[in-house]
């Protein structure tokens, strides 16, 4: 997940649980990767991490195809 405003960035845990509730368990983790697209001036202080999860494995899967990801250097924020 990546917000580029200050309101996405407060709510992102509301938004990380509705993609849950509405995905289920077909979303087993949430990584946050925010740090470089938030607004410096409004003194945030975002940190990338896990929101849900935490799986170490880097393996996303999507229709059945398996991609390794690296959630920390990767230029995108992930699939779905």
């Known amino acids: 997940m990546q917000a580029h405003s200050a309101g996405m960035h407060i709510d992102r845990m509301v938004i990380a649980e509705a993609l849950s509730e509405v995905m289920g368990d077909k979303i087993e983790n949430i990584y946050y990767k925010s740090e470089t697209t938030l607004p410096f001036k409004a003194d945030l202080f975002p940190e990338n991490g896990f929101l849900k999860g935490g ?18 250097k990767g230029q995108k924020t992930g699939f779905l």
Do not use: I, M, P, T
Not at 58 to 67: D, I, P, R, T
């Open 55 to 72: 799986s170490s494995d880097n393996v996303a899967q999507e229709y059945g195809l398996k991609f390794h990801v690296d959630w920390l």
